[in-house]
C-alpha cells in the first residue's frame, strides 16, 4: 500500500474572500474529481512551472 501524506492549506482572510473553497468544490464536481485531487495538479504544475 502506498505511503500518504497530509498536507493543510491556510486560506487568509482576504482569500476567503474569493470563495477558493466553493470554486474548488465546485470544478471538482464539474471534472468529476476530488478536491485534494485538483489541489495536487496545481501543486505539481506549479512545481514544474517554477523548476522548469
Known amino acids: 500500500m502506498a505511503e500518504r501524506a497530509t498536507i493543510t492549506i ?3 482572510q482576504k ?3 474569493s470563495q477558493v473553497l466553493e470554486r474548488l468544490q465546485k470544478l471538482a464536481k464539474k471534472r468529476d474529481r476530488s478536491v ?3 489541489a495536487v495538479q496545481a501543486i505539481l504544475q506549479y512545481l514544474e512551472q517554477e523548476e522548469g
Do not use: V
Open 36 to 38: 485534494n485531487y485538483l
Open 10 to 12: 491556510y486560506l487568509p
Open 15 to 17: 482569500h476567503q474572500e
